[in-house]
């Protein structure tokens, strides 16, 4: 996903600048910390590029580093949502099949959300902050469950001994086609345009195949 700003509220006031939703604000700042890093984002340059007056966001979000938390939990809250949908529609009827349905829901949300990666580690999120993100947008509670499900798997020698870590970051490498869509395009010649359901169905069948016992 390449985060682009949310439509445009205008206010038919002459002399007024255009006002923008707070939703908007926000996935600008997100694709700006993302591109920009949190030191090298501006939020006097975000507001001239919103078309907003120079203390607006500040007004509204307070300092940096409380705008860089908002637009982090704005954009996992959009994670989380889409990853439940994704499972959900999969119905999936037994472990192993909700197993898959997790690891294909992960790399279609994070193919729409390919700022998250770099947002989570930057230096403008602290850990306390990180924890209580997770907490508060239900990650938390979502990486639990999967971690239950890998350990009945590995109990009844279904799949071999699994981390989350290592789940989490095989899932995150086959959606990075999807991430680095220049790098992808290189391999056009050779393999022919990605076709993202294919890509995101293959690579998931390939995770589930390296976690056989």
Do not use: Y
């Not at 206010?11 to 006002?19: A, D, K, N, S, Y």
């Not at 939703?23 to 939020?43: M, N, P, R």
């Not at 959900?88 to 992960?106: I, N, S, Y």
């Amino acid at each position: 996903m390449t985060l682009a700003c949310a439509k445009v509220v205008t206010v038919p006031t002459r002399g007024r600048p255009p006002l923008q939703t707070d939703e908007a604000i926000l996935d600008a700042a997100l694709a700006a910390f993302a591109a920009l890093g949190f030191d090298g984002t501006s939020v006097r340059a975000l507001n001239a590029e919103l078309g907003l007056s120079h203390e607006t966001i500040t007004q509204r979000f307070g300092t940096k580093a409380e705008l860089f938390r908002a637009a982090v939990h704005h954009g996992v809250s959009r994670f989380v949502t889409e990853f439940d949908n994704e499972v959900a529609a999969v119905a999936p009827t037994d472990d192993l099949d909700r197993l898959r349905a997790v690891v294909r829901a992960f790399m279609v949300a994070a193919s729409h959300h390919p700022s998250l990666g770099e947002l989570l580690h930057q230096g403008g999120l602290r850990e306390a902050d990180r924890t209580e993100l997770a907490s508060r947008v239900g990650l938390d509670a979502r990486l639990i469950d999967v971690a239950a499900l890998l350990g009945r798997l590995v109990e009844a020698g279904t799949i071999r001994s699994t981390s989350m870590r290592e789940l989490w970051f095989l899932a995150q490498a086959g959606a990075a086609p999807l991430h680095f869509r220049d790098l992808s395009a290189m391999f056009d010649p050779l393999d022919g345009p990605l076709d993202e359901v294919h890509h995101i169905d293959h690579m998931a069948d390939s995770v589930m195949r390296s976690l056989r016992p």
